[in-house]
């Protein structure tokens, strides 16, 4: 029986892989790898193959091998004959939209977060709050706002998933000088996030924030307030 052997050698892998941790050797990571590249190989769209890819793809990932890990996504991504409910491509996309980021590709990165939105899946929040980590990394302040406050009005229910993303805003709004905003957004990470290893940065910032407004003339905040005011995104 196919799927028998299928899970056997998944079985074996998993095995191999487990020694290899106690032993602390590589020897048998190898041969589980060798087993599950295979399967990819022979049957992609097999539910254990593309287990084994997603395997192999989170393991790079996690030892810093960002560009295997890529290679292995992209695999994932370029496979033919999914299903059209099949979350597995969108999976592999978001996996390759994160190791781009990493390795500073951010037009593809960008390409790949924007294909997962477009795709309107399970998948779809995760890329929207994760797209404006991109433009932030290219200093596109304003574009990585629009899209932390979109992300933020269209999926409400993930928002506590994505702490960054608030955060991420404030330094945004910061970037750009737009003080009343960041410390709105800061105020809100506090209170939603204090327990967040970034928390303190957020505190330092704030305090940091109260300096700035502080050292401001009253009639530039009164300004700073109208421009932000007429700025703010609907």
Do not use: C
């Not at 769209?45 to 996690?62: H, T």
């Not at 000088?177 to 928390?199: C, G, L, P, S, W």
């Amino acid at each position: 029986n196919s799927v028998l052997k299928d899970d056997a050698e998944f079985l074996k892998a998993n095995t191999l892989i487990q020694l290899s941790r106690l032993l602390k050797t590589e020897r048998y990571n190898e041969q589980a790898f060798e087993i599950f590249r295979q399967m990819i190989l022979e049957k992609p769209l097999e539910e254990r193959s593309k287990q084994a890819l997603a395997y192999i793809v989170q393991e790079f990932m996690s030892t810093d091998k960002v560009v295997r890990s890529l290679e292995y996504s992209l695999m994932g991504t370029a496979g033919k004959g999914y299903d059209k409910d099949d979350l597995a491509p969108y999976v592999f996309r978001l996996a390759a939209a994160e190791a781009l980021q990493q390795i500073g590709e951010f037009d593809r990165a960008e390409r790949s977060y924007q294909s997962i939105i477009d795709g309107n899946n399970a998948l779809t929040p995760e890329a929207a709050f994760r797209i404006g980590e991109v433009y932030a990394a290219r200093k596109f302040w304003e574009r990585a706002v629009i899209a932390y406050e979109s992300a933020i009005k269209k999926y409400p229910k993930d928002v506590n998933r994505f702490a960054s993303n608030w955060f991420n805003l404030a330094e945004a709004y910061y970037r750009m000088d737009r003080i009343n905003d960041a410390v709105r957004v800061n105020t809100e990470f506090m209170k939603r996030f204090h327990n967040e290893t970034v928390a303190w940065a957020a505190n330092f910032r704030l305090a940091e924030l109260e300096q700035v407004r502080l050292a401001t003339p009253a009639s530039a905040k009164t300004q700073a307030v109208k421009t932000q005011t007429s700025e703010k995104i609907e």
